[in-house]
């Protein structure tokens, strides 16, 4: 039994939290839970949810994630087990520091970005995995869905379907619909500069990049929602699985936009809307990106009105028994399910889902080995188990 | 031979002096020409052209066009006979009370538009009716090309063509391409603010409204242009037209769009970029707008980047000796021929063109009387001629 410190409490942090509060009273997969973040208010009102919901006690706490002393401070204070990181992934870092001067374990979702660069890789956090290991302590990154759970797919599929995994599609679908006319599911921000970033995929050794966009596919999804149009783009769960994927030639991530939806960006794109760079207006700067940000809806509202399914899946091709072999393995998951089920819809669902499950795999031991660790590197059995039980069943099919 | 006051040193403005030093040069048909706005290098820049394009002097002042004193300081002192106000639409009013002041004859191109409503009528132009006739002075109102040149195609076609105009459609075709993905080609504010504001029409004795573009119809445009998309939209020569227009049962405007612009438009108004209300944006208020405008390309960087033509007319339906008459009565402007002449796109100069002849025909006195008056109440012969003579030549077709 372990004690569990949350830190962030947004629509994936809420997630999270309603999620550790089932684990812990159905399974006692924590002792005590503590949802921590810059504005108490968020964490309380999330508290209260829960409270309602599961008749379950959730403490809060006010802390700046950027504030290393003051991170400790909360630690020491608390002295949880094991800090699940859902804040921001500017923050990573800063938690990771706290983390290892407190001796408490870490799960994350997201991989650290620096601040000013818009450029997410695994190196600064791979960079702590020497003290990590001295420390006795186990840090699990990326443990949303993706990255997480496809890289938990693909670890299965090595294990179970395949002796050797060649090629790997990674295809995130998300069908569902909002209603409005334009808005992003997370941050704007984050989301428009992720889909107009350059896109960038594994072939026999190298990285190879493309326009932004440039390249497309249609993907027939099963349960009804048919074909969508999948796009090629970076994504960072491909920089650990190529790593750590044995054999592995060809690495690809995609995800759907409906055209309504890249018009959309196109436009605010072609007018500068979309520029990260200051422009001076009324004797201040703006930042184009972010004065948009302001005027979409934001995201949080956009939970009670979207319908339809999202579907993310690994489509793995390789080799078993010296026979060629490719299998799909994903998961079909409904926004007004979740929406129901925890006050959130499919998105924040499907990343908070994973994050309290790797919560769940360290705090009881199943996951815990000194160092700093992608998902691959753990046995799936045990998390796949946990994904059919809290929500987020999978399916594997034969690909023929 | 007329001292001839140009304020506004826009993309018109530099026509509009031009073109005085065509006719001042040709004709003598100013004795004396001084160009003034806000920003005194502006005006300088553009004498400078007409300088090395004619070897012709224009002098030079600055004025700050809202402020009545200072533009009547400006009056007294230069002593003009006329003021031709190509300065902003929210600045009639002002240039009118300081011509009443100093007794100096006014024309414009675009009727006042209060700064804070962005509704523009002639209602308060019109209520200076009186005191113009009372100081003997000529109001010459919305001498560009629409307003202007189509006020006085209609006045000549009831004169010429017509014994009685029945049905009267304004087409407003701009067939130029200027290869930015979106631009507007002035003011993108006021641009953008004229198209989506609703639609209103003239149909028997009342106006109707019309959603924002929300009605169109393919014209075959002549000379090469071809079938064009035009939409319906309210304009303010449709004003004076149908209360001078004897007869007139209906009456509308129509401009054409491509459908990208209007893409990026609908894409813009979605977010909330065209919105005129100011949004709450690091402790400023930032009207949406105006920072789109600022993004967007400079209007007058377009000029050398534009080709294609424009093509502007009405289609007049009436009767003629009691039988049933239409005729099409239009111009064809070349946008890169224009750049060549004067340093604009066609614009720019088919509303500076018209607007030095509404100047010359005020000086000349062949239009003048006391009063405040619409470009149809005026014999359009002479006007039409200097069409002609000064670069926008019309004809006049049968539609049958």
Redesign the interface.
């Known amino acids: 039994m372990a004690n569990l410190l949350i830190i962030g409490a947004g629509g994936v942090g809420s997630v999270v939290a309603h999620k550790c509060a089932q684990a812990a009273k159905y399974e006692q997969a924590f002792s005590h839970i503590t949802l921590a973040s810059r504005t108490r208010a968020k964490c309380d009102a999330i508290a209260q949810s829960v409270k309602k919901r599961l008749d379950a006690d959730l403490s809060t706490a006010q802390v700046d994630a950027d504030n290393v002393p003051e991170l400790c401070a909360l630690l020491r204070d608390l002295k949880p087990d094991l800090v699940c990181n859902v804040a921001l992934p500017y923050q990573d870092l800063h938690i990771m520091d706290a983390c290892l001067e407190c001796g408490v374990h870490y799960v994350d979702t997201a991989n650290y970005e620096p601040l000013d660069t818009a450029k997410f890789e695994y190196k600064w956090q791979w960079a702590y995995g020497e003290r990590f290991r001295e420390a006795g302590l186990t840090a699990l990154l990326g443990s949303g869905f993706d990255p997480g759970v496809t890289n938990v797919y693909a670890a299965w599929a090595l294990k179970h379907q395949l002796d050797e995994v060649q090629v790997l599609d990674i295809i995130d679908c998300n069908a569902g619909d909002h209603g409005q006319?334009?808005a992003t599911n997370f941050n704007p921000e984050i989301n428009i500069r992720e889909v107009t970033a350059r896109g960038r995929y594994w072939e026999r050794g190298e990285w190879v990049e493309t326009d932004p966009l440039s390249w497309s596919m249609t993907y027939d999804f099963p349960d009804g929602i048919g074909p969508k149009k999948c796009y090629l783009m970076y994504h960072e769960e491909l920089e650990s699985l190529v790593r750590n994927l044995k054999g592995i030639r060809r690495a690809r991530f995609w995800m759907t936009f409906s055209d309504n939806y890249l018009?959309?960006l196109k436009?605010?794109g072609?007018?500068?809307?979309t520029?990260i760079d200051p422009?001076k207006?009324?004797g201040?700067d703006?930042v184009?990106i972010q004065?948009?940000a302001?005027?979409?809806p934001d995201p949080a509202s956009l939970g009670p009105l979207t319908k339809g399914k999202t579907c993310i899946g690994d489509v793995l091709r390789g080799v078993k028994g010296g026979k060629e072999k490719t299998v799909y393995i994903y998961n079909i998951c409904d926004h007004e399910a979740c929406y129901a089920e925890v006050g959130s819809q499919a998105i924040s669902y499907t990343t908070g889902v994973p994050a309290m499950i790797g919560a769940k795999m360290v705090a009881s031991g199943l996951w815990r080995k000194p160092g700093v660790w992608n998902m691959e590197q753990m046995d799936p059995d045990p998390f796949m188990e946990d994904l059919n039980r809290y929500g987020l069943p999978w399916q594997c099919v034969e690909v023929r």
């Open positions: 006319p334009f018009n959309h436009v605010l072609n007018v500068g809307m520029r422009v207006f009324q201040q703006i184009p004065f948009l302001k005027l979409l």
